[in-house]
């Protein structure tokens, strides 16, 4: 896109944010790890406002049980990789030339380390956006290593969630804020019976208006989380409800943490 074009097509949200904060959006790598109810929109909504590059991230494929609660994927996506859905979604939306990248592997499965590596490698921020908690501390403690900021998100019911994490701030092992209890009984791993295709354990229940709402949320949160509109977030989780006032917190950033503490992995692997 030349230069005017780019003034032309950016003009509206440029008046209201200015030229040198679009022109930073333009600049921006962002990942979507786990290519669900919410990480199939936030490609769209990325791809759209002209971020640089998209790199989407699934294990899974999309299945009929998908698309009550998926406002992009539809029928013809039956049956193909989450990643490349979500991918092939952030094409269609763009305005601009985008380069899109989809990763099909388990962030779990220690023998993809240099596969998650790579997904990450030069991205601006990721978004974790599974629904369980061993791909979760595995996104924690990779992107912790390679420097890159984190925005965690959880859906259930009317309800979601938004966890920001770097290396200033306390890292979703220092409190996962869902207690042992939990853990054991909702997010036990089970291995699946369809083709290893995906995960058979506490699948997600929710509404597309819940998706859409946290998903709007979680686009403005990480363009403040890094510095490009507003201000940074004084906050480390967001708590909404669709019924409810919304609840923020600050988290405490435990120096005895095995990941980010004062002798955490982190921090003696660069010494």
Not at 19 to 30: A, M, N, V
Request: aromatic content about 10%; charged content about 20%; glycine content about 8%.
């Amino acid at each position: 896109m030349d230069d005017s074009s780019f003034l032309q097509v950016y003009d509206r949200t440029m008046r209201l944010i200015g030229e040198e904060q679009q022109r930073k959006i333009s600049s921006l790598k962002i990942g979507i790890a786990g290519c669900g109810i919410v990480g199939q929109i936030l490609p769209a909504i990325f791809s759209r406002v002209g971020v640089a590059e998209i790199r989407t991230l699934d294990r899974d494929t999309v299945k009929m049980e998908n698309l009550a609660n998926s406002f992009l994927f539809n029928k013809r996506h039956l049956g193909w990789k989450k990643d490349q859905a979500a991918a092939n979604i952030a094409k269609r939306y763009s305005l601009q030339m985008i380069r899109v990248e989809a990763y099909h592997f388990d962030v779990t499965d220690l023998r993809m380390h240099s596969s998650l590596s790579n997904f990450l490698n030069g991205l601006d921020l990721v978004y974790g956006c599974f629904d369980n908690l061993p791909p979760r501390y595995a996104l924690n403690s990779a992107a912790l290593r390679q420097g890159i900021k984190v925005i965690d998100i959880g859906v259930e019911g009317f309800a979601g969630r938004l966890r920001l994490i770097d290396r200033n701030r306390a890292c979703y092992n220092c409190d996962p804020l869902i207690s042992q209890n939990e853990a054991i009984n909702l997010f036990k791993l089970l291995p699946s019976t369809k083709n290893n295709d995906g995960c058979d354990f506490a699948p997600t229940v929710s509404m597309l208006q819940v998706a859409l709402s946290i998903s709007s949320l979680a686009a403005n949160m990480g363009l403040m989380f890094l510095g490009v509109i507003g201000n940074e977030p004084d906050f480390d989780y967001y708590y909404f409800h669709l019924f409810g006032q919304p609840t923020t917190m600050r988290i405490t950033k435990r120096d005895d943490c095995i990941i980010c503490g004062k002798n955490g992995e982190i921090w003696w692997q660069e010494n």
